[in-house]
């Protein structure tokens, strides 16, 4: 697991923790419905008390295959002409055993990739041959390298392929926060990792 992928599970056991205490407290007040997942940070939550934004209208007419159920956006990044969202359904009825997808949206069109996929890029180690920006959904289309049996990791094809990675998960982690809450539980919480290294974003 890399750098960020242990972040994020350390602070999503932070998150599942609040919100477990908060559900237990109103217990005795009104039944708990069925949690939903946060398939980013792998964390369950009570769609009563923890409220992520839903994806729009628009997205849902546009982008075939997400046109059924609400869903909340996990993580969205924005650059030049395109967006890449995460989103899941967030209805406790829907058992949703789909592999996680990011989608890019860019002139009109949708185009799914592969989340995990997507996190198992490594930068190279002569660094990036390829230059500018190209929008694509990281990890697509890009050779397997095989580490173990039945291991594989790619490698990343530009600096601007890691930072929509490093992005989506800066996102998720900030959405969570927005979300649960945590701000005025942990108040001066350190979260996440900037850049190619461990240094802190205060929030």
Known sequence: MNAIGRATAGIASAFFLVVT??????????RVPQFVENPVLGIGYNPLVVHY???????????????YQPQAIYAHVHSGSADYYVTAIV???????????????????????????????????????????????????????????????YELRSAHEEWIVRSLDRDALLRGIKAFGVKSVFGRSFVLIRGCTNSLIRM
């Open 53 to 67: 934004e839903l994806v729009s209208d628009r997205f849902r007419k546009l982008c075939r295959g997400h046109d």
């Open 91 to 153: 209805d406790p009825r829907v058992d949703d055993d789909a592999p996680l997808a990011i989608t890019l949206v860019k002139n009109g069109t949708c185009v799914d990739g592969d989340h995990q996929w997507a996190h198992n890029g490594v930068p190279p180690k002569n660094g990036y041959a390829e230059q500018g920006v190209i929008e694509r959904i990281p990890g697509k289309d890009a050779p397997e390298i095989q580490d173990s049996p039945g291991e594989f990791h």
């Open 21 to 30: 205490i908060g559900a237990q407290t109103n217990h005795s007040k009104r």
